[in-house]
């Protein structure tokens, strides 16, 4: 019963993050709206990588290294910088697209790629694994060792691809009766947005703001 319980708060804590907007977020709305419904579970399966790569990496002991004011430094310019580019690119509004089309495989890269480089790009996504994501780590190995981090990881992982996946379907259904000029909009907005962040980023490292929080998508 114990371990339910912890699976169904880590599914909680997942959500409460997932639901704040953030850089990955903006391009699984805008993958959706050029190649469909597959773009959010493809760009969730990329920031699952991340996220399983960083786990390694705490239970080896580097936990400290991910949260460090260093890290944090690099990671925020760079991923500062990384945004400020998708968001350029994406506020390009590429050609329409043939709506009915199925996502062609080098789309489907494109999100996997996408959801790494939104999760890598936020220092607050590292911040959040090394302070509460190292605590639901070491409290699922004290209620039931590894079946402890498997409950940790069902409940959280299923927080971030049902939130993704619903913005996905949403997003893909409103582009079957979209206008061009209506995708170019959306396109531009979503573009915009991950401008913003990156700049957001870079200032917020430089001066030092840096704080534990559930935004991290």
Known sequence: MEIVLFTATSFLVGLSGALVPGP?????????VQNGFIAGPLV??????????????????????????TAA?????????????????????PKYPE??????????????IGGIITSVSNPYFFIWWATIGLAFLLEGLE???IIGIIGFLIGHW??????????SFISSKGSNVMSENQYRHIMKI????????????????????????????
């Open 24 to 32: 990955m977020l903006t391009i699984t709305i805008s993958d959706s």
């Open 44 to 69: 969730v399966l990329g920031h699952f990588l991340v996220e399983l790569t960083l786990i390694i990496v705490i239970l080896a002991g580097f936990g400290w290294l991910i949260g460090s004011t």
């Open 73 to 93: 430094l690099v990671i925020g310019t760079l991923g500062g910088i990384s945004l400020i580019y998708m968001g350029y690119k994406t506020s390009k509004s």
């Open 99 to 112: 709506l009915s089309d199925t996502t062609t495989n080098t789309s489907r890269y494109g999100s996997v």
């Open 143 to 145: 209620i039931a060792g």
């Open 158 to 167: 299923s927080a971030d691809f049902g939130w993704t996946s619903t913005v």
């Open 190 to 217: 979503c573009g915009v947005f991950l401008i913003l962040l990156g700049f957001y980023f870079l200032i917020s490292v430089q001066m030092n703001n840096l704080s534990p929080i559930l935004n991290y998508i």
